[in-house]
């Protein structure tokens, strides 16, 4: 299918795109990728989102290079039915994806401060759909930390954790909300698993 199917033909949620020789974005070609969640494999994909306002959001799509987790386009509809192709320095409202990804990266692709709920609300429907859970528990656990909500970030941390973290860095993250709960001992020993992992004081 097109890209300019999109808001007619599919509820689909991830798309791989296999044809971008046209000059107009709207007639790359696109094939649904059968997954519940961003692929971490290499490519460039079009995903469903949401364009995130203060009190509300509106579906969209972006593109996304993974595994850099780069958006640059974002497919809009225009109120008709018809898909807008904006750049997303052109987007008065953060967009970020309705699906959580396998890969890791930056964890602000979810993060909407004005409006943090729908990220995180995306995030935990990942974490119980996740096969390696790791990925999607430290984005997840990292706007929560962001949000103050030290208690559920410890939780998304402990499921990075036994899943097989990312870093040494996740154990000290572990380590500082511990520590800033009043949770001395288990913030020692955060701390000794992120020094024998790799950290640095």
């Known amino acids: 299918m097109k890209i300019a199917d999109l808001f007619t ?23 649904v990728v059968e997954t ?10 079009l995903v469903k989102g949401m364009q995130v306002f203060p009190s509300a959001a509106l579906n969209c799509y972006l593109m996304l290079a993974i595994p850099e987790r780069i958006v640059e386009t974002v497919i809009l509809n225009d109120g008709i039915g018809m898909p807008a192709v904006r750049p997303i320095y052109d987007i008065p409202f953060r967009v970020i994806p309705s699906v959580a990804a396998e890969c890791y990266g930056n964890y602000e692709l979810y993060y909407v401060k004005e409006n943090p709920a729908p990220g ?6 990942g974490l119980d759909k996740a096969v390696d859970k790791s990925p999607v528990a430290e ?19 402990l499921v990075s954790i036994a899943s097989g973290p990312s870093s040494e860095f996740v154990f000290l993250e572990l380590s500082l ?13 955060y701390h000794q698993l992120y020094m024998e992992n790799g950290g640095a004081d």
Do not use: H, K, M, N
């Not at 909300?177 to 020993?189: A, F, I, K, M, V």
């Open 9 to 31: 033909e599919t509820d689909a949620l991830v798309f791989v795109i296999t044809q971008s020789d046209a000059a107009d974005i709207l007639d790359w070609d696109i094939e």
């Open 36 to 45: 519940a969640l961003i692929p971490a494999e290499y490519g460039t994909y």
């Open 139 to 157: 984005d997840l656990g990292y706007i929560l930390r962001d949000e103050g909500r030290l208690e559920e970030a410890i939780e998304a941390f």
């Open 120 to 125: 995180i609300d995306v995030l935990r429907a």
């Open 177 to 189: 909300l511990y520590q800033q709960t009043g949770q001395t001992e288990l913030s020692s020993s």
